[in-house]
Nanobody
């Protein structure tokens, strides 16, 4: 069982920055890809960014140029640097990791709240 623990959320004014962290209970080298998703009130959960073991990245159009996903294999941690935050970025942000054994297994963190005030 893989546990993912997010941190770094909070309240920030529009235009500000936050950095989210996702610490895994196992080597993240096994987890591929890892990513961040978010869910705003009344909306479906959506992909924000993903990063593969080889550090290929993918971003939602709405965050391109503002958010950066990265990973530190030595610390078993994935980060999401969020700059130029907008009120529409307000959501609960979830860390996700995929593990492929004989089947695909999805792991989720408990989520961290990000609130951007205008």
């Amino acid at each position: 069982q893989v546990q993912l623990v997010e941190s770094g959320g909070g309240l920030v004014q529009a235009g500000g920055s936050l950095r989210l962290s996702c610490a895994a209970s196992t080597s993240i080298f096994m987890l591929n890809p890892m990513g961040w998703y978010r869910q705003a009130p009344g909306k479906q959960r959506e992909l924000v960014a993903t990063i593969t073991r080889s550090e290929d990245t993918n971003y939602a159009d709405s965050v391109k140029g503002r958010f950066t996903i990265s990973r530190d294999n030595a610390k078993d941690t994935v980060y999401l640097q969020m700059n130029s935050l907008r009120p529409e970025d307000t959501a609960i942000y979830y860390c996700n990791a995929k593990l492929i054994l004989n089947r695909l297994i999805d792991y989720w963190g408990q989520g961290t709240q990000v609130t951007v005030s205008s």
